[in-house]
Nanobody
Framework: QVQLVESGGGLVQAGGSLTISCVASGRAFNTYGMGWFRQALGKEREFVAALSWSASTRYYSDAVRGRFSISRDEDKNTVYLQMNSLKPEDTAVYYC???????????????WGQGIQVTVSS
């Protein structure tokens, strides 16, 4: 069983930066591929970024590639999403997700966090 808790969300101006974090409880964090998804009001949940358990493979959606960066710290059982050049359309609830020895851009992950709000003002 893995529990995921996001933090670091908030309000930021367009063009600004924000880093959100997701701490995983439980053992064997280094066997989980980690993903970030987001859901804007009235829209479906969409893929943002993913990072393999070995940190050797990264995926990004077209909407965020070149602006967002996903990373992980095994010592802290934490995955990060650094978001630069933020746009109002990045406003959403951001969710982290974990899948053991898995990775992908579809929401078939095993564990999910509760989500955290990121709001980008114009």
């Amino acid at each position: 069983q893995v529990q995921l808790v996001e933090s670091g969300g908030g309000l930021v101006q367009a063009g600004g930066s924000l880093t959100i974090s997701c701490v995983a409880s439980g053992r064997a964090f280094n066997t989980y591929g980690m993903g970030w998804f987001r859901q804007a009001l009235g829209k479906e949940r969409e893929f943002v970024a993913a990072l393999s358990w070995s940190a050797s493979t990264r995926y990004y959606s077209d909407a965020v590639r070149g602006r967002f960066s996903i990373s992980r710290d095994e010592d802290k059982n934490t995955v990060y999403l650094q978001m630069n050049s933020l746009k109002p359309e990045d406003t959403a609830v951001y969710y982290c997700a974990a899948r053991q020895y898995g990775l992908g851009d579809t929401p078939d992950y095993d564990y999910w966090g509760q989500g955290i709000q990121v709001t980008v003002s114009s």
